[in-house]
């Protein structure tokens, strides 16, 4: 069973950077494919960013025009997510998400929280003007 637990969450003001941090346990974290999620109140969860292992390969939502970056340390079992000049409208409950590549199908969709059977509790980001 894999576990995972966010947290460096907080309030800032725009154009201020945060980083939050996935900690992952329980399965082989170089097998698991790792994204974050955001959801504001009365809003869809929100694919972010996720990060394939076996090449490193990220994929980032279009609407975050170059401001997040998503890594990872094998070492530490540790997934981040830079953001960096944030707005107002990033404000939402940050969650990492994970899933075995071997449950990956081809037509299986990153930005879809269902494609995840594994969530964190989540992280609170408020961004204030």
């Known amino acids: 069973q894999v576990h995972l637990v966010e947290s460096g969450g907080g309030s800032v003001q725009a154009g201020n950077s945060l980083k939050l941090s996935c900690a992952v346990s329980?399965?082989?974290?170089?097998?698991?494919?790792v994204a974050w999620f955001r959801q504001s109140p009365g809003q869809e969860r929100e694919g972010v960013a996720i990060?394939?292992?076996?090449?490193?390969?990220?994929v980032y939502a279009d609407s975050l025009e170059g401001r997040f970056t998503i890594s990872r340390d094998s070492d530490k079992n540790m997934v981040y997510l830079q953001m960096d000049s944030l707005k107002p409208e990033d404000t939402a409950m940050y969650y990492c998400?994970?899933?075995?590549?071997?449950?990956?199908?081809?037509?299986?969709?990153?930005?879809?929280?269902?494609?995840?059977?594994?969530w964190g509790q989540g992280t609170q980001v408020t961004v204030s003007s």
């Open positions: 990060l394939f292992t076996g090449g490193d390969k990220t």
């Open positions: 998400a994970a899933v075995s590549p071997a449950t990956w199908l081809a037509n299986t969709r990153w930005s879809r929280a269902e494609s995840y059977p594994y």
């Open positions: 329980g399965g082989t974290f170089s097998r698991l494919f």
